[in-house]
T-cell receptor
Framework: NAGVTQTPKFRVLKTGQSMTLLCAQDMNHEYMYWYRQDPGMGLRLIHYSVGEGTTAKGEVPDGYNVSRLKKQNFLLGLESAAPSQTSVYFC??????????FGQGTRLTVV | AQKITQTQPGMFVQEKEAVTLDCTYDTSDPSYGLFWYKQPSSGEMIFLIYQGSYDQQNATEGRYSLNFQKARKSANLVISASQLGDSAMYFCAMSPALGGNTPLVFGKGTRLSVIA
C-alpha cells in the first residue's frame, strides 16, 4: 500500500530553470494539495484540487502552477525557479473528513 | 480567515512525564475538524489525532489525547508518559469546514524535546 508518493525526493536547480514535481496517490482520494515547509513557518498551502480537472490557489501560489489531469496525480510546476523557492514540498491527499495523508516530501534547493 | 496559533516554539519534557502542547484556533464556521501531526527528524508527517467540532468527548489515541475546549477555541495535545521517540515537531491543523474539500490550515509548530 504505497499511499502518497512524491517524485523526486531531492533536487537542485539553478535559478531560472524549470521543473515538475509529481505526486501520485493510490487511495482514490478526491482532494489533493501541495504545501511548502520553511523553517519557523509551518506548512503553507500552495495550490490544491478538489477533483480531477480542478485546481485552486492556496496561500502562496505565485511562481507555481499545477495540473490534475488524472485523479491519482497532482503535478506542481516551477516555470522559472528562484532562490526563494528553496523549500521542502509536501503533497497530501484526503478523503471526507479532511485528514490528510502526506507524501515523504521533496527537498528542493535553488542556487 | 481561519488561523491556527501555536505559541510554544520549543518545549522540553522529562522522559515518562506528561506534556501539553498548546493550540488555539480561529474560525467562524460552526463545523470544523482539528488535527495534530507529528514530524520526526526524518521529515515525514504522521497523523496523530482528530477532533470534530461536534464531538462530545475529547479524542484519545493511545498516549495522545486532545483537550478540546470549544468556548476557548483551544485544542491542546496531551502526551502522557513521554518517550525519547516523542522528540519531534508537532503541528496543529484545522479543516475549516468538515467535509474534506477544504485544505488543512497549519500552525507553525512546536518542537518537543524529551530528556532522559
Amino acid at each position: 500500500n504505497a499511499g502518497v508518493t512524491q517524485t523526486p525526493k531531492f533536487r537542485v536547480l539553478k535559478t531560472g530553470q524549470s521543473m515538475t514535481l509529481l505526486c501520485a496517490q493510490d487511495m482514490n482520494h478526491e482532494y489533493m494539495y501541495w504545501y511548502r515547509q520553511d523553517p519557523g513557518m509551518g506548512l503553507r498551502l500552495i495550490h490544491y484540487s478538489v477533483g480531477e480537472g480542478t485546481t485552486a490557489k492556496g496561500e502562496v501560489p505565485d511562481g507555481y502552477n499545477v495540473s490534475r489531469l488524472k485523479k491519482q496525480n497532482f503535478l506542481l510546476g516551477l516555470e522559472s525557479a528562484a532562490p526563494s523557492q528553496t523549500s521542502v514540498y509536501f503533497c497530501a491527499s484526503s478523503y471526507y473528513r479532511g485528514e490528510a495523508f502526506f507524501g515523504q516530501g521533496t527537498r528542493l534547493t535553488v542556487v | 480567515a481561519q488561523k491556527i496559533t501555536q505559541t510554544q516554539p520549543g518545549m522540553f519534557v522529562q522522559e515518562k512525564e506528561a506534556v501539553t502542547l498548546d493550540c488555539t484556533y480561529d474560525t467562524s464556521d460552526p463545523s470544523y475538524g482539528l488535527f495534530w501531526y507529528k514530524q520526526p527528524s526524518s521529515g515525514e508527517m504522521i497523523f496523530l489525532i482528530y477532533q470534530g467540532s461536534y464531538d462530545q468527548q475529547n479524542a484519545t489515541e493511545g498516549r495522545y489525547s486532545l483537550n478540546f475546549q470549544k468556548a476557548r477555541k483551544s485544542a491542546n495535545l496531551v502526551i502522557s508518559a513521554s518517550q525519547l521517540g516523542d522528540s519531534a515537531m508537532y503541528f496543529c491543523a484545522m479543516s475549516p469546514a468538515l467535509g474534506g474539500n477544504t485544505p488543512l490550515v497549519f500552525g507553525k509548530g512546536t518542537r518537543l524535546s524529551v530528556i532522559a
